[in-house]
Every structure is written in structure tokens, then in C-alpha cells.
């Protein structure tokens, strides 16, 4: 009998303005750390995808965002380089309440605006790939397999 997989839910949230998005740089976490992400984190028990965008958003940058502002970009289906796999829902929003702000700095240095189509190379290949996705309109993907 096949065994089903078991997945970590992931939540990312682009924040885009005028063809730039708002990366975090990672610290202190002991994954990734050093290189760029977007504002996400994992699902919690009861919790929808949904309000699971709208909670990242405002402890990591202390912004608020209104449910009917939240768009899908795309879902990723990815394997990390240990083996583990992951369902990445990707959100994008052009509008929201407050200026965004590190609202962690014990789990990040700082927060950019970059161009979305030039990441820097210290972003984490996931982040990467979940906006390149968007970026070409690609509703699902892989990334890792």
C-alpha cells in the first residue's frame, strides 16, 4: 500500500508597488539565513491560507492587509534539497495599511524594495522561483523535483 505524502503548507505574500517587491533579509533563524525571502511562514492548525497571509504580513512587516485585497499569484509544489516536500501558496497585494517595517529584527536584518525582476542573488531559490512564477503568469509549479 502506498504511503501518502505528507506536506508543510507554506504562505508567501509579494508586496508590489510601482515594479518592486518587499524582501526580508533572514538573521538569527538558523535556516537561510543571510539571504532574502518574502514576507511568509507556515500554516497553522485552523488556520486558512488566507488569514495565514494576512498574519506573516503583519508580524513581519507590520502592515495590514484587507482579505478582498489579497490575490493568488501562484501555488509552488517544491522539494527542499533534504528531501522534504512543500506547497507553497503565493499571494500578491498592491494595496495595504501602514508602511511596511522590520517588525522582527530578531529574525530579520532588514527589509528592501528591489526590482521584481532582478532578485538579488542572496534570495532564497524558493522566493525565487514562487516569483519568477508570478512573474510569467504560471498559476502552479514546480520547484525542486
Request: contains cysteine; aromatic residues 6%; glycine residues 10%.
Amino acid at each position: 500500500m502506498t504511503q501518502r505524502q505528507q506536506v508543510t503548507v507554506d504562505v508567501h505574500v509579494i508586496l508590489e508597488q510601482t515594479g518592486h517587491i518587499l524582501l526580508c533579509l533572514r538573521a538569527g533563524t538558523g535556516y537561510a539565513d543571510g539571504l532574502y525571502c518574502l514576507p511568509s511562514g507556515h500554516l497553522d492548525e485552523g488556520e486558512t491560507i488566507v488569514d495565514c497571509a494576512i498574519r506573516e504580513a503583519r508580524e513581519e512587516v507590520g502592515i495590514t492587509i484587507d482579505p478582498k485585497h489579497l490575490q493568488p499569484a501562484t501555488v509552488l509544489h517544491h522539494l527542499s534539497p533534504e528531501g522534504r516536500p512543500r506547497v507553497g501558496f503565493f499571494f500578491v497585494t498592491h494595496t495595504w495599511t501602514g508602511e511596511p517595517t522590520n517588525a522582527e529584527p530578531s529574525k530579520c536584518a532588514k527589509v528592501d524594495w528591489v526590482p521584481a525582476d532582478l532578485l538579488p542573488d542572496n534570495t532564497v531559490p524558493y522566493t525565487m522561483a514562487g516569483v519568477a512564477h508570478y512573474l510569467a503568469g504560471k498559476t502552479v509549479g514546480l520547484h525542486g523535483w
